[in-house]
């Protein structure tokens, strides 16, 4: 299986991100969006987006370890951030850089949304990832 992060010096260079992942091979791995519930589906962190986010990145990174792949194997993401600001891009970013590859991350959209399934969720991470 071949990865190859495409960043075309034609366009801004991106912060955190890749602009494009192309995949030659490989399984490819579609994960639900993920957010701040627990084991016992209960909401962590409860009006903190760092804390929501933190737990949000742990489910995910749990969901592709029980599907055969790691945070490196995921080539694509959409997060959705509920009453988005800008201040919310360094939290999402510090937290980000924690799970994913900093010289080789995913694709990745960041949509701000009114609301989310549940009253009191703050973020939520959907993934695409590709192994052997």
Not at 4 to 28: D, L, Q, T
């Amino acid at each position: 299986m071949e990865k190859k992060f495409i960043n075309p010096s034609a366009i801004a260079a991106p912060r955190g991100y890749s602009h494009a992942v192309s995949v030659e091979g490989g399984r490819m791995i579609f994960v639900a969006g993920q957010v701040a519930f627990n084991k016992e589906g209960q909401l962590v962190g409860a009006g903190d987006l760092r804390a929501q986010a933190q737990q949000a990145f742990d489910n995910l990174a749990a969901v592709l370890e029980a599907a055969g792949a790691t945070p490196r194997d995921v080539v694509k993401t959409n997060i959705f951030i509920v009453n988005y600001k800008s201040a919310d891009l360094a939290v999402l970013r510090q937290v980000r850089s924690g799970i994913f590859d900093r010289e080789h991350p995913p694709a990745s959209t960041l949509v701000g949304v009114t609301s989310l399934a549940v009253d009191g969720l703050m973020i939520e991470v959907e993934a695409i990832a590709v192994v052997r």
